[in-house]
């Protein structure tokens, strides 16, 4: 039996039809036996590369707002670095704004952040702890003089080099600064 030029056509478009029909069939099986945790993004290995990022880009963000500071625009800044904490750094912070921009603000600093690097150490489902390396440039009025050198190239600042231990817990919004701590 030979076949028409088009009829061949069909035969390939319903070959193709066939096959795909039966891989879905297969997925669907492998699903349905398999559950959930095969489709992308919905294993533990993933919930869990979502949770460190989530708790990496809270101890990033929360020590961006925490070395931020800027004599002219404290009460700003004050109120994202409150707005990104929790428990009793939230309250201990609450209680002393009022010093911190006072002396900020007499001495005229302004510091700007760079936070160079971000480790989980520690991850569960409600608490984190980051290793957190961060650079400072800071400006106040006893560095105005200060000339720029190859360790810190900037005119009337001086460069600071930190590491922090940041403790994370996670709320209904999302993942908290509640602690840090200076790393020698």
Request: glycine residues 6%; aromatic residues 6%; contains cysteine.
């Amino acid at each position: 039996m030979t076949r028409s030029p088009s009829g061949a056509r069909w035969f390939v478009v319903n070959l193709v039809l066939s096959g795909l029909g039966a891989l879905a069939l297969v997925a669907l099986v492998v699903i349905a036996v398999a559950g959930r945790s095969v489709l992308p993004g919905t294993s533990p290995a993933d919930r869990a590369a979502k949770n460190y990022t989530a708790a990496s880009d809270a101890a990033r963000n929360a020590m961006d707002a925490f070395l931020s500071v800027d004599y002219r625009n404290m009460d700003k800044l004050q109120a994202a670095l409150l707005k990104l904490s929790t428990g009793t750094f939230k309250t201990q912070y609450a209680a002393a704004q009022v010093n911190i921009k006072a002396t900020s603000q007499a001495a005229r600093v302004v510091a700007k952040p760079t936070v160079r690097h971000v480790g989980i150490n520690q991850l569960s489902a409600d608490k984190a702890t980051a290793v957190v390396a961060a650079d400072l440039v800071r400006s106040n009025k006893a560095t105005t003089k200060q000339k720029a050198t190859a360790t810190c190239p900037h005119d009337g600042a001086t460069c600071l080099y930190f590491r922090f231990s940041v403790q994370l817990t996670r709320t209904a919004d999302g993942w908290k600064l509640s602690g840090v701590e200076p790393v020698s």
